[in-house]
Each structure stands twice: as structure tokens, then as C-alpha cells.
């Protein structure tokens, strides 16, 4: 018989990863209540603890959203429509835009006091076009929401294959506000979304609910329960959300080592996850790089601070195909690595006046390949210099998160063979910075995920608002005599 799990005791041992034990801290112990609930993370064994009130509120989020889910199927796409148009239209209305760009002041002055980057939580003037300008383009793409994919005929009979709704997607992500429009897309596609942001942001995303999102349900006549915001900025409200098996996705952005343990959590539960944590752009030049071209695509990828910025520099040693010597090519590998040093200050000195961009300059053995550097206003990134591009190659793929990979040469068959060998869903010739949804594809992104742990199966690696599908079939029987 199942019994309720009603308080720990300090040094208690708890059972993980099917021959493992963890032993339950004091302070865990003393802080744990009746209703609380405990989540073990098997695969690290760490204990994460639930309180009931936190619990609670994740609950009635995602029981809106189920309820608004099934409502939704009979919900014209013209009303979906008019959800982000008038999404969009009351971001653009300076005296309704007053009390988020208020509420955002607030968040940005309380994060920096708290020695936080704010970089990305300042709701600026550029963000806000690009929020309204992802509204707008949900507004005007078509219904995906029941598209017939193909059709099979057998005699008396066919089978017809659809592209449906998935249901409820569970959305934990950082202090950045302009994740919240591109979000909300999922409802394009007929799903629902319940959202967790973090402390940083959350006065902000609070504002834009009250705002622009809950009138726009309303005026579009849509379930209230579309577009869910847990009021918490506790992290166990995140471990809820990804607990709750009623999810049919969880997506995560982030720092690394919390979008890892979100995963696990979601995993653990039987919840499909999108992960969008350890980003950081590669670029390989070689010496038959453009100068100017290598210069722009450095300055270009490192303007600021996210998942597909600049972070390792590869420059390889090897004489170019025009003949060069030995001591020709390294010299030009010197060259390359002023070209570098150069614009990369340039980079520095646009966000940071006068700033000098801080380089790591690296073995091919240093570990450190693999870190990916934070930083808010002034560039920080690592250079390693290689002896030939197969070893580029290797580095990448066994450092790098395998996320976005750009080479400078002018070598069509280095291009090609590059392409097949490095690991990574986004592949380019010029600067990181490319690698974005709404700017690549004209569909704004939930997130972009790496193939760190693996290929993903039967979708892009930008996870986008139109991706968050499932297929169902139908059966037409024309001749009810028909059987096995």
C-alpha cells in the first residue's frame, strides 16, 4: 500500500540511479512538510525539494492550460489570429507599453544592484520591435493546425496522415523578455503554454501578462488558460512544472548546469525536452581566409552576448593552397591572429568604451576549450592556434556543446569536407551570429538546441512555435464488409 511521504530525517539514505544513495541534508530535513514533495534526479542524485504551495501553483497552471488545450479544438484560426495581432498592437501602444517598460526599469535596477548582468533583461526599443515583429509574423503565417500530410489508398479503404496539435509545453527560461512573444507562438499550432521565468524578469513578465497577453485572450475570445504565468521565481516551481507528466514538452533555457537538471527532471517523468543551454559559436579560418571577411565575421559574432556569440576561435597553421612554405604559413597564422586580436577589440569597444576583448589564448589539449565564457558587456573569448583543419575538426567535436560552427576559407573542398565531419546542426562561412530563428527562418524560436547529447530525431535544431507538432492518422472505410 502506498504511503504519503510526510517529513525526512536528516542522514536519511535515498535510493537514486537503481544502485546509489543519497543521504538527506540537515537542512533539507528541517525544512521539509507535510505536502511537500520531494524529486530525486537519478542520474545525479540530487534532492529537490517541492514545497506544497509551490506544487500548488504549477498544479492550477497546468490544469488551465489542459482545459484550454482541449477547448481550443473548437476554436476558429481567425481568433488565434487576432490574439497576436492584438498582442503586438498593445506592445506598440506607448501609453499601454508605459507599465511594462515601468515594471522592466524596476527588474533591471534590482538585478544590476544585485551584481547581475542585465544585458539581456533590458526591455529596449530594438527588443520591443522584435517582439511585435514575431507577433506579427504568427499574426500573418497560416493555420497549422490540421494540415493532411499524405493519404495511402487500399481498395475499399485509406489512411490519411495529419499534422495536429501536441498539447501543453512547459517553458522555463531566463530574465529575457522578448522569449515571452516568441513563446505564445505554440498556440499557432493549437498548443498551450504554461511559463516560469526567472526572478530577474519577473515583475516584467508579470506587466506583459496583465498588459498585452491576458486582454489579447480575451478580446480574441480564446480560453484564458492558453497562456500561463506561475508567479513564483522560485526554482522549485521549475522542477514542478518539468515533474508534471501532463506536459506533452518541456523546454528549457538557460545556464547550463539548470537546464541539465530540468531535463533530467523532465526525463525522469516521462516528459519529451527541448534543451537550450550551453550555446557558443566556433569559427575556423585558415590561411586562404579573406582578411577583411575574417575581420567582419569576428566583429559580427561577438556584438552580443547569447548562445550563438563567438566563443572559440580556431586558427590553422597549415600553408594555404596558393603554394605557400612553411614559414610563409605560419607567418600568415600570426597575421591572422592580429586580424583577430583587432577585431575583437573593435567588438569590445562597441559595448564597452574602449574596452579591450579579453582572449584566452589556448593549447589544443586545455580542457578550458570546452567553457563557454559569460560575460554582459565586454567580449571574452579563446584562441587556439591548430596545425591543419582536420585537427579544427577534432577539437570541435570533442569540445565544443556542437552547436554552431562557422569556416573562413576559400577552398570549396575544405568547405566540404568540413561540412561532413564537424558535428553540428549549424554549419555556416561567415559570422555565428546568424544562427536565430526569426532572423534565419522568418519564424521566431522557442530556442535553438545542440546536439551535445546526440542528433535530434525528425525535427530541425531551431525549435520554433511551428515544430511543436504530433501526426495522427485517419481511418475513411468505404466498404464496411472489410475486415483482417
Not at 552580443?304 to 586558427?315: G, M
Amino acid at each position: 500500500m502506498n504511503e504519503a511521504l510526510t517529513h525526512l530525517e536528516a542522514g536519511q539514505p535515498i535510493v537514486y540511479g537503481g544502485d546509489r544513495i543519497a543521504r538527506v541534508p540537515e537542512a533539507l530535513a528541517a525544512e521539509f512538510a507535510a505536502g511537500d514533495r520531494l524529486v530525486v534526479v537519478h542520474s545525479t542524485g540530487d534532492l529537490l525539494h517541492v514545497p506544497a504551495a509551490e506544487h500548488h501553483l504549477v498544479d492550477t497552471a497546468v490544469t488551465a492550460a489542459v482545459d484550454a488545450f482541449a477547448a481550443l479544438g473548437g476554436v476558429s484560426d481567425e481568433q488565434i489570429t487576432a490574439f497576436f495581432d492584438c498582442f503586438a498592437t498593445r506592445l506598440g501602444d506607448d501609453s499601454l507599453f508605459a507599465a511594462i517598460a515601468a515594471a522592466n526599469e524596476i527588474d533591471v535596477s534590482d538585478a544590476a544592484a544585485r551584481g547581475r548582468a542585465t544585458g539581456r533583461l533590458e526591455l529596449s526599443p530594438a527588443m520591443r520591435s522584435g517582439m511585435i515583429s514575431g507577433l506579427q509574423i504568427w499574426r500573418d503565417s497560416t493555420t497549422r493546425r490540421s494540415q493532411q500530410l499524405d493519404v495511402i489508398d487500399h481498395p475499399g479503404w485509406s489512411v490519411s496522415s495529419w499534422r495536429s496539435p501536441l498539447g501543453v509545453v512547459g517553458f522555463v527560461f531566463e530574465g529575457r523578455p522578448n522569449v515571452f512573444a516568441d513563446a505564445t507562438g505554440v498556440l499557432r499550432t493549437g498548443n498551450t503554454v504554461v511559463f516560469r521565468i526567472g526572478s530577474d524578469a519577473l515583475r516584467t513578465a508579470q506587466a506583459i501578462m496583465i498588459g498585452a497577453v491576458a486582454p489579447a485572450l480575451a478580446e480574441a475570445g480564446l480560453p484564458a488558460g492558453c497562456v500561463q504565468l506561475i508567479g513564483s521565481p522560485q526554482r522549485a516551481a521549475g522542477w514542478a512544472l518539468f515533474a508534471d507528466a501532463r506536459l506533452s514538452l518541456a523546454v528549457a533555457r538557460g545556464s547550463g548546469s539548470a537546464v541539465e537538471q530540468l531535463g533530467a527532471v523532465a526525463r525522469q517523468h516521462g516528459v519529451p525536452v527541448s534543451l537550450h543551454g550551453t550555446g557558443g559559436a566556433w569559427l575556423v579560418v585558415d590561411s586562404t581566409a579573406d582578411p577583411a571577411e575574417f575581420a567582419a565575421a569576428v566583429e559580427n559574432s561577438m556584438d552580443r552576448k547569447v548562445c550563438n556569440t563567438l566563443n572559440v576561435c580556431c586558427v590553422v597553421a597549415e600553408p594555404g593552397n596558393a603554394g605557400n612554405g612553411g614559414g610563409a604559413g605560419a607567418l600568415r597564422a600570426d597575421g591572422l591572429i592580429e586580424i583577430f586580436r583587432a577585431a575583437a577589440d573593435r567588438a569590445a569597444g562597441s559595448g564597452a568604451r574602449g574596452a579591450a576583448a579579453i582572449i584566452h589564448e589556448l593549447s589544443a589539449d586545455d580542457d578550458r576549450l570546452s567553457v563557454e565564457w559569460e560575460w554582459d558587456k565586454v567580449p571574452e573569448v579563446s584562441l587556439v592556434v591548430v596545425e591543419h583543419l582536420d585537427q579544427a575538426i577534432e577539437l570541435f567535436n570533442r569540445f565544443s556543446p556542437r552547436l554552431a560552427v562557422s569556416l573562413l576559407s576559400s577552398d570549396a573542398r575544405a568547405h566540404e569536407r568540413f561540412y561532413n565531419a564537424v558535428d553540428a546542426p549549424f554549419v555556416g562561412n561567415g559570422f555565428t551570429r546568424w544562427v536565430d530563428g526569426q532572423f534565419a527562418l522568418d519564424q521566431p524560436e522557442l530556442g535553438l538546441s545542440n546536439w551535445q547529447h546526440g542528433r535530434l530525431f525528425g525535427r530541425s535544431a531551431v525549435l520554433s512555435g511551428d515544430s511543436v507538432h504530433t501526426i495522427r492518422m485517419r481511418a475513411a472505410v468505404h466498404d464496411h464488409g472489410l475486415h483482417r
